[in-house]
């Protein structure tokens, strides 16, 4: 049987993974962001954009993880429990983060693998996911930069939800992923 704590909140792994995503999801958008203040070619431009690259590379890596602890255990009630409606929303939502997740820092990789640069990773160099193809690289950058700005828009949603199911609905979602106080 399961303890109370277990059905109140999400398990410590999972909250702290959460929150680390959260800081890395920022650290990649900062660096992309960032480098605006370089003039193009500029060493402190291209490490910045390497910067993003390695970030990128770890979300995907931790993402995996994250998977793996959602489906280890069971999923806190929300107390009380929302509309089929709302449930239906919240699925939706998470099921886009998650494939936002994954796919941004892919795209990232057949970009960088497109243009036939190097795929950084920490002082290693990942393998080319596909040859040289300057056309699919063009439309890979334009596709990833889209689908990033729309991360803005997930990301705030998903925050703007917690609240309100917070502040406003007075019920439980937000708790569950924040770490326990005692």
Known sequence: MSSPALTERYRTPSIVLHWVMLLLM???????????LFPKGSDPRENIKTLHFMLGLTVLAL?????ALRFSAPTPRIEPA????QQIMSKLMHAALYV???GMPLAGWLYLS??????PFFGLELPALMGTNPDAAQWIKEVHETVGEAGYW???LHAAAALFHHHVIKDNTLLRML???G
């Open 100 to 102: 936002f997740m994954v």
């Open 179 to 181: 770490p326990s106080r």
């Open 26 to 36: 920022v650290a990649v958008y900062a660096s992309i962001e960032l480098r605006e």
């Open 63 to 67: 993402v995996a993880l994250r998977v």
């Open 82 to 85: 929302p509309p089929r409606g």
């Open 114 to 119: 497109a243009k036939g640069k190097p795929v």
């Open 154 to 156: 997930f990301i705030g």
